[in-house]
C-alpha cells in the first residue's frame, strides 16, 4: 500500500488548496510515509485508516492516542522495573539497559508526532467537522465547526455533550432547515454520505453540508457531520460568470472579426462577426483556415496566405497587419483591416490573436479621393489647355481691333471733341488691358508646359541675375537689396527665375517709399528649402492672404499699381510645380514676407 | 525709281487693309496684287508659270491660314515650279507655333514673320523687310 498516495488523497481532499500546493506539505507527507513505513505493527491500522472515512481516521488517532498512552505506561513500568533490576540485581549491562530506555523513547517520540500531525491536519482542514456516537454525544468537533456556526465554545467543551442541544442552536442559522431526521436516516440506512448543497444562513452565507454514516468493522458507530462555508467561492463564481457573460457579450457584437488560434494555427474560439454561421463557426473549432475556406467552397490561395502571414507573425513576434478584400455578391468589395498577433510565455508560442475590422468605407472613401483628384487634375490640365488656346485665338481678333484703332487714330485724332477723345481712349486702353491679360493668360498657361529640362539651380547666381533686371529702379529709388548665399536646388531654372522676378518685383512695386529695403534669404529643412523675400512696404490685409494668389485678383485700382493680377498666381503655380507651397505673412504699412518651400526630392 | 511687283496671298479683310496701309509707309513703290484664297492663289500662280515667269513678282507675302487651300500648300506649289521657286517667299501669319515655322521653313520658305500686335511696329518691319529684299541682297534675274 503505498502511503503517500492514500494521504495525498486525503489531503486534496480536505485541505485548502494553498494548503496542499506548499512544499512543507510534501515533506510532511514524506515524514509521514517513513514514520508509518517504521512502524511494521502499526502498518495494518495505519491502512485501514486511510481506507476509511474521516471518522475513521479519528478513531484510530484516538486508539492510537489510547495505545500509545498504555504504551507510556508500559514504558513507565518497564522503566521501574529496569531500575529495580539495576539497582538491586545487575542483571542486565547498564548500557543495554540504557539503549533499550533510548529505543523506547525514540518510538514513543515518534509515535507522538505522528499524532500531532494528524491533528494538525484535522485542525487545518477548512471543512467544519463534529463526530456524533450512536448515543446522539459529540464524540469530537473542530475548532472551524464552531467557528461556522458561531458557537463560543471550544472543541474541548463540547466534546462529551448531546449533539441534539448543539444541533438546535445550528438549525437557527439556516434560512430554511432541511429536515435532519431524515438525513440522518437516508444516510445510516443508505450506508452513505448524504449531501445538503448550498444551505443558505440567514446571515446570507452559504454552506455545503455532509452525513456521513459511520460504519466500522460493518458495525455502526455513529455520524460524522462536515459544513464548509462556500459564500465566497459561490460569490466568486458569481462574479466570474458576471465577467464571463461580459465578455461574450462584448466578444458576439463587436463589430470585429476576432479569433484564436494555438501554436498550430487552429481555431481555439471565433466569435460570430469572424463566423457568422453558427453551425459553421462551431465546427471551426480544432481546425484551420485550409478547412474554413473548404466550407466556404473555396480554393486554398487565401488560406496559404493566411497560413504565411501567421508564420510570419510568429517568426518576427510581433503583430502582421494586411488588407484582405473580398468581392461580395452584389459586386461590391470589402475591405478588411486583418492581424495576426502572436503571444509569447518566454519562448513558446501560446497562441495567435486574429483581428479583423472593416474598412471599406475608409477604402472607398480613398478610392472616390483619388478618383477626384485625378478628375480635378484632369480638369485642371483642360483648364490649362482652353486657357492657352483661348489666350492664342484672341490674340488675332485683339490685333486687329488694336491695329484699326491706331489706323483710325492715325486719320481721325486730330479732328475729335474732347467727348469723342475720352470715349476713344477708353477704347484704346481696354484694347491695351485686354492685350496684356491675354499675354499674362497665356503666360500662366505655359507655368506648366514645360519643355525645359530639370536641373542644378545656383539660386545665388540667379537672384543676382534678377536684381540686374531691376537695377535701374532699384538704384533709382535708392533701396537696399540684400541677398544671403542661398543654395543650388534642383528645379527648371527659368521658372525659378520667373518666381523670384515676380516676387522681387512686387516687393520693390509696393515698396516703402522712404527706405526700402528687401531681404532675400533661405532656411535648410529636412525634406525641402524655404526661401523668403521680405520688404518693409504697404503690407497686405490679412483678409486677401487667400485672394491674392487667384488669377487676376488684383488688391489695387489699376490707377494706383498697374498690373493684371497673375504674378503671384504664376509663382504660387512655379512653386507647386516644384513640389512646394507658398504663403505670406504681412502687416499693413510693415511689410510682407512672402515664404515658399522648394522640395529637394525633385519631382 | 522701280517699282516692285507684290503679291500678298492672304484671306482677312483687315488684314488686306492693314497691310496696303503699311506699304504706304516703307518709302518704295510697291504694286500688291491681293489673292484672297488659296485655290485664287494657285490659278494666278499657274497662269504666272505658264507665261514662263514673265511679270514675275518680286517678293510673294503668305499667309498660312488660308480657306480652301492652306499657306503651306500653296508654299510646296511654288518651291516645286520650276519657273516660280525662285520668288522670295515670306511666310506673314499670325501663328507662331513650331509646327507652322518649321512647316514653312522645311518646304524652303525664304521668311517666316510673324504679324505683330502694334500697327507702327508693323510698319516699321515691313519697312525692313523691304529694305532688306530690294535693297540690300540680290535677286534672281530671269536671263534676258
Not at chain 1, 501554436?263 to 474560439?269: G, I, Q, S
Not at chain 1, 536646388?489 to 515676380?502: D, E
Not at chain 2, 508659270?49 to 507675302?61: F, H, T, V
Amino acid at each position: 500500500m503505498n502511503l503517500n498516495k492514500l494521504l495525498e488523497r486525503q489531503i486534496t481532499k480536505l485541505l485548502p488548496d494553498n494548503f496542499a500546493n506548499r512544499p512543507e506539505m510534501a515533506l510532511f507527507l514524506k515524514t509521514v510515509s517513513e514514520t508509518y513505513s517504521t512502524f511494521d505493527r502499526d502498518k495494518d491500522i495505519a491502512e485501514r485508516a486511510f481506507r476509511l472515512s474521516d471518522l475513521e481516521f479519528i478513531e484510530i488517532n484516538s486508539k492510537l492516542k489510547n495505545e500509545i498512552y498504555l504504551r507510556k505506561k508500559s514504558i513507565d513500568k518497564l522503566n521501574e522495573t529496569l531500575g529495580l533490576i539495576a539497582g538491586e540485581t545487575k542483571f542486565l549491562d547498564s548500557d543495554d539497559l540504557f539503549s533499550v530506555v533510548e529505543h523506547v523513547n525514540l518510538e514513543i517520540t515518534n509515535r507522538k508526532s505522528t499524532q500531532s500531525l494528524f491533528n494538525t491536519l484535522i485542525a487545518n482542514l477548512k471543512k467544519g467537522i463534529l463526530m456524533e456516537d450512536t448515543s446522539g454525544k459529540i464524540i469530537y468537533v473542530n475548532q472551524i465547526f464552531a467557528e461556522v456556526f458561531g458557537i463560543g465554545k471550544t472543541p474541548e467543551e463540547l466534546a462529551g455533550k448531546e449533539f441534539k442541544n448543539l444541533l438546535k442552536e445550528i438549525i437557527k442559522h439556516f434560512k430554511e432547515a432541511p429536515h435532519i431526521g431524515t438525513l440522518r436516516n437516508k444516510s445510516r440506512v443508505g450506508k452513505e454520505p448524504v449531501a445538503v448543497n448550498k444551505i443558505e444562513l440567514k446571515d446570507g452565507r452559504f454552506l455545503d453540508g455532509n452525513i456521513i454514516p459511520i460504519y466500522f468493522e460493518e458495525e455502526f458507530r455513529g455520524y460524522l457531520w462536515t459544513f464548509i462555508d462556500i459564500t465566497e467561492s459561490i460569490r466568486s463564481q458569481a462574479a466570474l460568470n458576471e465577467q464571463k457573460k461580459l465578455t461574450e457579450e462584448i466578444l458576439n457584437n463587436i463589430p470585429a472579426d476576432i479569433a484564436l488560434f494555438d501554436n498550430k494555427h487552429h481555431y481555439l474560439y471565433v466569435n460570430p462577426s469572424g463566423i457568422r454561421d453558427a453551425e459553421r463557426r462551431a465546427a471551426i473549432i480544432g481546425k484551420t483556415d485550409f478547412d474554413y475556406f473548404r466550407m466556404r467552397g473555396m480554393d486554398d490561395s487565401k488560406a496559404v496566405q493566411r497560413r504565411g502571414l501567421f508564420n510570419q507573425a510568429v517568426e518576427t513576434k510581433s503583430t502582421i497587419e494586411w488588407l484582405d478584400p473580398h468581392e461580395k455578391a452584389d459586386g461590391d468589395t470589402t475591405y478588411m483591416l486583418r492581424r495576426f498577433t502572436p503571444y509569447f510565455d518566454g519562448e513558446v508560442l501560446k497562441y495567435v490573436l486574429g483581428y479583423g475590422i472593416d474598412i471599406s468605407d475608409r477604402i472607398n472613401f480613398e478610392n472616390k479621393l483619388n478618383k477626384t483628384i485625378a478628375e480635378v487634375q484632369k480638369i485642371n490640365k483642360e483648364l490649362e489647355q482652353f486657357a492657352y488656346v483661348v489666350s492664342h485665338d484672341l490674340q488675332e481678333p485683339l490685333r486687329m481691333v488694336k491695329s484699326f484703332i491706331q489706323l483710325l487714330d492715325n486719320k481721325i485724332g486730330n479732328s475729335l471733341d474732347d467727348t469723342d477723345n475720352t470715349y476713344f481712349n477708353f477704347v484704346k486702353d481696354g484694347a491695351e488691358r485686354m492685350q496684356r491679360m491675354i499675354h499674362d493668360l497665356l503666360e500662366y498657361s505655359r507655368v506648366s508646359n514645360v519643355t525645359e529640362k530639370v536641373g542644378e539651380v545656383d539660386c545665388f547666381e540667379l537672384v543676382n541675375s534678377v536684381v540686374k533686371i531691376f537695377r535701374p529702379e532699384i538704384d533709382k529709388i535708392k533701396a537696399d537689396i540684400r541677398i544671403e548665399n542661398l543654395p543650388q536646388i534642383v528645379g527648371i531654372k527659368s521658372k525659378i527665375h520667373q518666381l523670384f522676378q515676380n516676387l522681387i518685383g512686387n516687393a520693390i512695386k509696393y515698396r516703402n517709399p522712404q527706405n526700402t529695403i528687401i531681404e532675400i534669404g533661405f532656411t535648410e529643412e529636412e525634406q525641402f528649402y524655404k526661401f523668403y523675400v521680405k520688404d518693409n512696404g504697404i503690407g497686405i490685409d490679412p483678409k486677401y492672404f487667400d485672394k491674392i494668389f487667384v488669377i487676376f485678383q488684383r488688391l489695387h485700382n489699376k490707377s494706383a499699381y498697374s498690373g493684371t493680377g497673375i504674378g503671384l498666381a504664376i509663382c504660387k503655380k512655379i512653386v507647386e510645380l516644384h513640389g512646394g507651397i507658398i504663403w505670406l505673412e504681412s502687416k499693413l504699412q510693415k511689410g510682407t514676407i512672402f515664404y515658399f518651400t522648394i522640395s529637394k526630392a525633385g519631382f | 525709281m522701280k517699282t516692285f511687283q507684290i503679291i500678298l496671298i492672304e484671306d482677312n479683310e483687315g488684314d488686306v487693309i492693314l497691310t496696303l496701309e503699311a506699304f504706304k509707309h516703307v518709302g518704295m513703290k510697291c504694286n500688291v496684287e491681293v489673292l484672297t484664297d488659296g485655290e485664287l492663289a494657285l490659278n494666278y500662280l499657274g497662269n504666272l508659270s505658264n507665261a514662263r515667269g514673265e511679270n514675275k513678282p518680286d517678293l510673294i507675302l503668305l499667309d498660312i491660314n488660308l480657306p480652301r487651300v492652306n499657306g503651306i500648300e500653296v508654299l510646296k506649289n511654288i518651291k516645286n515650279d520650276i519657273v516660280l521657286r525662285s520668288i522670295p517667299v515670306v511666310v506673314l501669319t499670325t501663328s507662331n507655333s513650331h509646327q507652322d515655322v518649321n512647316d514653312a521653313y522645311s518646304n524652303h520658305a525664304n521668311s517666316y514673320m510673324v504679324k505683330p500686335m502694334d500697327l507702327f511696329v508693323f510698319i516699321e518691319q515691313l519697312k525692313v523687310l523691304c529694305e532688306y529684299w530690294f535693297g540690300i541682297v540680290k535677286l534672281h534675274r530671269a536671263p534676258s
